[in-house]
């Protein structure tokens, strides 16, 4: 049974350009969250994605954007990189969407902007 | 405002020894999660444990156990029989919202674990 996979692994990139992050949720998930992890600190919550719709989101600006396709996969758009968009970004998944199932997340993608 | 709040940046104990890690969450809902994780220096979020702020049992998972005040709103990590493998940053992380419009996790700041031999 396949966990939450990520890709790419790394990734590098230059300010202003667009990159795009993909995530496959566990087998049997269909709810995907998005999170941003800088060195040292906690994730922060970006958004979440259930029923191809965003159902929450954190204070990011509209320069993040996401989609979830009918196979509950997700990706995460972040257009006109700043320096400071260097982080992880992790793809949890979890069933349906409730305060009481436990989410999994991937290894991460770590995007580094130059 | 600060939502979850660990108070200790670092943390060592002893191999063998039990170790405790506070954490407090401010919410205003009546239903939410609250959940540990643990992450190694690979990064990967390893999940711990959960409790539910109806449940009225303190939650456990092995050597992992949490002390769950909820007047107090603090909900602190018990690691029994510490191991040089448990030597991570660990997260405390409060899940609120509705069922029906999604939820955040919140994560707090973290604390770092050292495990001595």
């Known amino acids: 049974d396949a966990g939450v996979t990520q890709s790419p692994t790394h990734l590098i990139k230059t300010r202003g350009q667009q990159v795009t992050l993909r995530c496959s949720p566990k087998?049997?998930?269909?709810?995907v969250s998005w999170y941003q992890q800088a060195l040292g600190q906690g994730p922060q919550f970006i958004f979440q994605?259930?029923?191809?719709?965003?159902?929450q989101r954190g204070n990011f600006p509209d320069r993040f954007s996401g989609h979830q396709f009918p196979n509950y996969s997700s990706e995460l758009n972040v257009n006109a990189l700043l320096l400071g968009d260097s982080a992880l970004y992790l793809c949890?998944?979890?069933?349906?969407?409730?305060?009481?199932?436990?989410?999994?997340f991937g290894p991460g993608t770590r995007l580094t902007v130059l | 405002a600060q939502k979850i709040t660990q108070t200790q940046p670092g943390m060592f104990v002893q191999e063998k020894e039990a170790v405790t890690l506070d954490c407090t969450y401010d919410t205003s809902d009546q239903s939410y999660g609250l959940f540990w994780y643990k992450q190694p220096s690979s990064g990967e979020m390893i999940f711990l444990i959960y409790q539910g702020s109806y449940d009225e049992q303190n939650a456990t998972e092995g050597r992992y156990s949490l002390n769950f005040q909820k007047a107090r709103k603090s909900t602190n990590l018990v690691i029994s029989a510490s191991q040089l493998g448990d030597s991570a940053m660990y997260f405390c992380a409060m899940r609120e919202g509705h069922s029906t419009g999604g939820f955040k996790t919140i994560f707090g700041a973290g604390t770092r674990l050292f495990v001595k031999a």
């Open positions: 949890a998944s979890s069933f349906r969407v409730s305060s009481y199932n436990e989410q999994f």
């Open positions: 994605y259930y029923e191809e719709e965003e159902r």
């Open positions: 087998s049997g998930h269909d709810t």
